[in-house]
C-alpha cells in the first residue's frame, strides 16, 4: 500500500493541526495504522496508533489528551488530530501501515510508510 501524509504546516503554540494519510494500492481497512515523528537531531518516536477496524486505539503520554487518531475506511484515509499543540510537537509526521495491533509503538513492524508532512509550532 502506498501511503500519502499531508496536512502539515506552520501553527503558533496553542493551535491546531489535522493531518491525513491517504492509502492507495492496497485494501487499507486491512492495515493497522501508526502515526509516528521525528524532531531535529532526535529519533523517531510513536505517537499514536489505531487497529485496522478503528476499535482499538493508543497513544503515546506525552500526546494523549491532545491528539486523536482516527481512520476512514471507506475512503482510505487516516487523521491525525492534533490540539493544543506546543514547540515540542514540531516534528517531521509520518504515518505507517501493517499487520501490527499486539505492539503498535513499534515502528520495525510497520511494513509500510508514507513521506513525512513537517508540523511546525512556533512559541
Known amino acids: 500500500v502506498q501511503l500519502q501524509a499531508s496536512g502539515g504546516g506552520l501553527v503558533q503554540a496553542g493551535g491546531s493541526l489535522r493531518l491525513s494519510c491517504a492509502a492507495s494500492g492496497r485494501t487499507f481497512s486491512v492495515y493497522d495504522m501508526g502515526w509516528f515523528r521525528q524532531a531535529p537531531g532526535k529519533g523517531r518516536e510513536f505517537v499514536a496508533a489505531i487497529s485496522a477496524k478503528g476499535n482499538g486505539i493508543s497513544y503515546a503520554y506525552y500526546v494523549k489528551g491532545r491528539f486523536t487518531i482516527s481512520r476512514n475506511n471507506a475512503n482510505n484515509t487516516g487523521y491525525l488530530q492534533m490540539n493544543s499543540l506546543t514547540p515540542e510537537d514540531t516534528a517531521d509526521y509520518y504515518c505507517?501501515?501493517?499487520?501490527?495491533?499486539?505492539?503498535?509503538?513499534?515502528?520495525?513492524?510497520?511494513?509500510?510508510w508514507g513521506q513525512g508532512t513537517l508540523v511546525t509550532v512556533s512559541s
Open positions: 505507517a501501515a501493517g499487520f501490527n495491533s499486539r505492539n503498535p509503538g513499534v515502528s520495525d513492524l510497520y511494513d509500510f
